[in-house]
């Protein structure tokens, strides 16, 4: 089983729609979520990152931990076609490592 | 602006060949990374190091080597001994604790012809 668990999709929904992207995790040591988005043949970048339980917002984007049940989520309200990307999820036990371990991402295509 | 650059954006290599991918950040950060990733397969990783002179394999390090011999760069090289190198590879650098995530380069393609 692998630490982390993300559903490959595609998921492709209509513009203006809300997008709700998940991971699972099975590590309870985990402390630190992040949201990574990666357009095709570039990058990822960081787009949210959360410490601990809880939710955090920042503009269209909100991402939730629920460490009791180890998920995380994030959700794009108003989705645009330039949000059509793949989603990667990762996470960290934090303290003195520094090793992050990732999802394999979600490709989501926002359609106009 | 502090960042990680990798080049080239795009890599051809004859098989039996030996290529450089190469890695550089200004980001003063200690640790850096090589993934691969493939369709379908998510980021795995190669190599890291966490300090000048010291790197360690990840999970695909065969028929890949690495050195750090400067804290701002950390060139992967793909040897002939690599099956199937043709894939797209992403450096990334961190700080010694992971709060806030990598950076990432933004990737170079190599195509083995």
């Known amino acids: 089983q692998k630490e982390v668990e993300q559903d490959p999709g595609p998921l492709s929904v209509p513009e203006g729609a809300i997008v709700s992207l998940n991971c699972t995790y099975s590590?309870?040591?985990?402390?630190?979520f992040m949201w990574y988005r990666q357009y095709s043949r570039k990058g990822p970048e960081l787009l949210m990152y959360?410490?601990?339980?809880g939710n955090k917002e920042d503009g269209r984007f909100t991402a939730q931990v629920d460490k009791s049940s180890k998920y995380i989520s994030l959700f794009i309200r108003d989705s645009q076609p330039s949000d059509s990307a793949t989603y990667l999820c990762?996470?960290?036990?934090?303290?003195?490592?520094?090793?992050?371990?990732f999802g394999t991402g979600t490709l989501l295509a926002v359609q106009p | 602006d502090g960042g990680i650059t990798q080049s080239p954006k795009y890599l051809f290599r004859k098989e039996g060949q030996n290529v450089t991918l190469s890695c550089e950040q200004n980001?003063?950060?200690?640790?850096m990374y090589w993934y691969r990733q493939d369709p379908g397969q998510g980021l795995r990783l190669i190599y890291y190091?966490?300090?000048?002179?010291?790197?360690q394999k990840g999970d695909i390090a065969e028929g890949y080597s690495v050195s750090r011999e400067k804290k701002e760069s950390f060139p992967l090289t793909v040897t002939s001994a690599q099956k199937n190198p043709t894939a797209f590879y992403l450096c990334a650098s961190s700080p010694k604790t992971v709060v806030y995530g990598y950076t990432f380069g933004s990737g170079t393609r190599l195509t083995v012809v």
């Open positions: 980001l003063n950060h200690d640790a």
């Open positions: 990762a996470m960290s036990v934090g303290g003195a490592t520094n090793k992050l371990i």
């Open positions: 190091s966490q300090i000048v002179n010291d790197f």
């Open positions: 590590n309870s040591a985990f402390q630190y």
């Open positions: 959360t410490y601990s339980s």
